[in-house]
């Protein structure tokens, strides 16, 4: 399809055709989903957001698992990551708060930079769970990354890649066993005071990890 197709297509989008308001009765049955026919699957059977976390830190190996499949380098050659960017802008950064304080991860050298030595823990939500959970994951969009794109693209863009990095976590944590949980319900102009965020910087999403409580 050349570009000129292509923008002729386009203009689908502009009509406003009647909304069928009954479904249709050509039905596709599907065959039930094949749960535990690959490891993905029995991952995706089992991921869950969870509100209650034991106190216990994570190991640093665990650690280090996690943010490596959170957003970490898969691919040598190319600096290809673990979770999809559009452009290969990379824009989004992950951040760890930790009781022992707030860090940035640095995929490249697989390891976490700290960058103020304090507990912001809970500032990343209003719930009353952060005060258990040993991590919190913020995810911070860099627009620096992506000055070429139109701003709405931009934030389209960024939203989609935290979004596949949060995913990420999900699965890494249906695997280890552990508890966590997306979050959008905070102050972000606290937390990016917290964090002390440039104006081209946002936060977008924060995620609650840690073991199960009572385990």
């Known amino acids: 399809m050349n570009t000129l197709t292509k923008l002729s297509a386009s203009l689908i989008g502009h009509l406003k055709p009647d909304r069928v308001k009954e479904r249709s009765l050509a039905v596709l049955e599907l065959p039930p989903p094949r749960l535990f026919s690959s490891p993905l699957m029995g991952l995706l059977a089992r991921r869950r957001s969870a509100r209650e976390f034991a106190t216990t830190s994570l190991p640093l190996e665990l650690l280090s698992d996690l943010l490596w499949a959170a957003f970490g ?29 707030l860090y940035i991860f640095d995929a490249e050298g697989q390891r976490l930079h700290r960058v103020a030595e304090v507990d912001v823990r809970r500032v990343t939500g209003y719930q009353d769970f952060l005060d258990e959970a040993p991590l919190d994951l913020i995810y911070v969009a860099d627009m620096a990354h992506t000055r070429k794109v139109p701003i709405r693209e931009q934030e389209i863009y960024a939203a989609a890649s935290a979004g596949a990095i949060a995913q990420n976590v999900n699965l890494f944590c249906a695997s280890a066993g552990l508890a966590t949980v997306v979050r959008g319900w905070f102050d972000r102009e606290a937390l990016a005071r917290a964090l002390k965020l440039g104006p081209h910087e946002s936060v977008l999403l924060t995620q609650t990890v840690g073991y199960p409580a009572g385990s």
């Open 73 to 101: 380098i898969n691919r040598e050659q190319t600096g290809g990551r673990t979770a999809p960017s559009a452009l290969n802008a990379q824009e989004i950064d992950v951040y760890a708060a930790l009781a022992g304080g």
